[in-house]
Structures are given as structure tokens and as C-alpha cells.
């Protein structure tokens, strides 16, 4: 039987206690996404310190050049390291300009594994990045199949069955007014299904992310929302020839208001209220258990604009945590309840096209055994 059947679940990013937290810091400004999507070419990444073994990556780049007036070429590159969430993606858009608003995309994404390859076709309206809608039409591992057929059968020929490949609707939307902001991405893909001599999977994921702000007068109201669900089935011949069937689904829900009042030129003070809901059931042979886990984090962040290129930061953090696994067939419960605070000072750095943020997350609950530096993270933008 495989290891998968007999492990019970457990949560990656529970092994940092403070996930929420570092989640909070890990986000850009509302004016660094302007900032961003104001051009055609730029770069931006957002990384820090997840716990002992992992550093959390946030990595884009984008650079767009029309070849003549009305073909054009679009490079795309976004690398993230996070516990639940790895993307790796080279993209290459050839794009038809048929008027100024509208564009037709052929959208290649390449690995250097060729299984992983990705093709899709799409559409952007819009005249730039700060005003737009793009939808996209993808297959993803589209190279798998062909990519195998000279190996051998066995239990690492893990192809597709039949055309289940996961066909993926993606949309990506951006709505700027005088006074505020919306973005809006959706990555929904069909049912899957793939096998091999020991395996069969099939499942889907599907995941959208929302953040939306206004500003009335000195104040400034907003908030960011990630939801992602998933199902996944596995089912298992072992060299017996039975069969055991391994199931997990999960949903995860993230929301974020937050609150600014800009005092004056120079001091504004920004409060983050974030809410963290999460559940995972787990099925096989072995194991039948749910996992629930709420958490609760405020920050609070004090800018400083002395004027210049400076901008600095002080605030604080506190996390409320609670999760329950529960094992259904004997109706035990795994109760997991603590709490977590942080202060923090940071430095943002602002000329011409370059912007550089640094924030210390320093720990907060004393008296204390544990080092005063806690998490690191830093971001960096660059215009060309």
C-alpha cells in the first residue's frame, strides 16, 4: 500500500506558526500595484522567511514589444514558492493588435520538463494594465502524453486518459478610477483524469483572487479575498490486484479588510483585519478524517513620510489560532489553540523606477526564550 494511504493529514503551512502573519506582510501596497501595472515592462518580487527550511517567493516580470503595428510579442514570467502554491511559468504571448483596445494572444508556456508545457489562446481588452480584461483558453501539460510515449509501461508512465486534460478558464481584470481599484483573477480548470499500471487520479482545482479599494476623502477602504478549492481521488491497485481509494478535498477561504486615514502629508495609519478559514477531508482505507482550522490577525501600520524617497513603518501584529482534526472513525479530536504577537519596523525606499520595501518582524510575546528577530521580508520593483 502506498504511503500516501496510512499518513494522516497534515497542513504544510502549520508548521509556521505564523503563516497569517507573514501572509499580511507578504501582499504589495495598493500604491505599489498601480505602480506596477502603469507600464507595459516591469519587474516585482515579494519574498521572506517562512520557517527554518522555506523561503517564501514572489517573482513577475513582464516585457511587451510590438514588432510592427500590428503584431506583437509579450514575455511573462512568475515564479512562487509558497508551502501550498508552486508556479514555475516561462510565458511566451505572440499577440494580433486589431485596434487599439483589442488584442488576440496565443499564449506558450514552456519547463524543462516538456510534460509540464502549457498552450492557450485568449483575448486582452483594453488600452494598458491599469484598465483591462484578459481571458485565456489553456491546456495544461498538454506535452504529456507525447512527451512519454517512448517510455516503457510502468508505474512512472503517468499519462492522461484519453483528452482528460485540465482545461483551464483564466481571467484576469483590472478597473482603475479616480479613487480606487479593483483586480479580479479567476483560474477555474475542468475535471482531470491520468493513470499509470498502479495509479489512477482525477480531480480538479480551481482558485480566484479579489482585491478592491476606494478612497473617500482622507480615508481609504479596502479588501483582499483568495479562495481555493480542490478534489482529488486516487485509486490504487497493489500487486494483489485490489484496489483502495484515497480521496481529498479541501477549501480555503482568506479575507482581508482594511482601513487607512491619512492624518496629514506626512502620517497615515493602516489597520489590516484578516480571517483565515480552512477545511480538508481526508478518506481511504486507513484514514477517515475533516481538518478545520480558523485563524484571526489584525496588523496595524503607522507610515511615516518625512518627504523625500523615505517612507517609514512601525506596527504591530497579533494571530488567534484554533484547529480541530477530527478522526470520524473512532470520533476523536487533535484540539491545536495558541497565540502569536509581533512587532515590526520597516523602511521604504522610493527613486524614479526603482522602489525597494525592508519590514523586520520582531518577536512580541515576553517576556521570551526565543531570538527578538523573527521573520524577514522585503520587496523590490523595477520599471523599464
Not at 495509479?199 to 479596502?222: C, P, Y
Request: glycine fraction near 4%.
Amino acid at each position: 500500500m502506498l504511503l500516501f494511504l496510512i499518513l494522516s493529514y497534515i497542513a504544510r503551512e502549520d508548521s509556521n506558526c505564523q503563516y497569517l502573519l507573514d501572509k499580511q506582510l507578504a501582499h504589495y501596497f495598493p500604491a505599489w500595484e498601480c505602480y506596477f501595472d502603469s507600464s507595459y515592462n516591469g519587474m516585482r518580487t515579494s519574498q521572506g522567511c517562512l520557517d527554518l527550511l522555506n523561503w517564501y517567493i514572489d517573482l513577475q516580470t513582464r516585457y511587451e514589444v510590438l514588432l510592427s503595428r500590428r503584431i506583437g510579442l509579450r514575455y511573462r514570467n512568475h515564479y512562487r514558492g509558497d508551502y501550498n502554491d508552486h508556479i514555475n511559468n516561462h510565458y511566451f504571448d505572440p499577440l494580433l493588435k486589431l485596434n487599439e483596445n483589442f488584442k488576440l494572444i496565443l499564449s506558450i508556456t514552456t519547463h524543462y520538463y516538456k510534460g509540464e508545457n502549457e498552450i492557450g489562446v485568449g483575448y486582452q481588452w483594453g488600452k494598458d494594465y491599469m484598465n483591462f480584461m484578459e481571458t485565456f483558453i489553456s491546456v495544461e501539460n498538454f506535452d504529456r502524453n507525447f512527451s512519454l510515449k517512448a517510455s516503457p509501461e510502468g508505474p512512472d508512465k503517468f499519462t492522461y486518459s484519453g483528452l482528460a486534460y485540465p482545461i483551464k478558464l483564466i481571467t484576469t481584470i483590472n478597473k482603475t478610477w479616480t479613487h480606487g481599484r479593483l483586480n479580479l483573477d479567476c483560474d477555474l480548470s475542468t475535471k482531470y483524469k491520468m493513470h499509470s499500471t498502479i495509479l489512477t487520479e482525477e480531480g480538479w482545482n480551481r482558485k480566484a483572487n479579489l482585491r478592491v479599494w476606494h478612497d473617500i476623502k482622507q480615508w481609504q477602504f479596502g479588501i483582499i479575498s483568495n479562495l481555493q478549492l480542490s478534489d482529488i481521488e486516487k485509486h490504487v491497485n497493489d500487486y494483489a490486484e485490489t484496489t483502495s481509494v484515497y480521496e481529498l478535498r479541501s477549501f480555503e477561504m482568506i479575507n482581508e479588510p482594511m482601513i487607512a486615514w491619512q492624518i496629514n502629508a506626512k502620517w497615515k495609519p493602516v489597520v489590516y483585519f484578516t480571517y483565515d478559514f480552512k477545511t480538508v477531508e481526508e478518506e481511504s482505507l486507513s484514514v477517515d478524517q475533516s481538518y478545520e482550522r480558523n485563524i484571526f490577525a489584525y496588523l496595524v501600520d503607522l507610515e511615516f513620510s518625512p518627504g523625500g524617497r523615505f517612507i517609514w513603518h512601525l506596527g504591530t501584529q497579533r494571530q488567534f489560532y484554533e484547529s480541530n482534526c477530527t478522526d470520524l472513525s473512532i470520533g476523536e479530536t487533535n484540539h491545536r489553540e495558541f497565540k502569536e504577537r509581533r512587532i515590526n519596523v520597516g523602511l521604504e525606499y522610493r527613486y524614479n523606477n526603482f522602489w525597494f520595501y525592508l519590514v523586520e518582524a520582531m518577536e512580541g510575546d515576553f517576556p521570551t526564550e526565543k531570538y527578538l528577530h523573527n521573520h524577514t521580508y522585503l520587496q523590490m520593483m523595477l520599471k523599464f
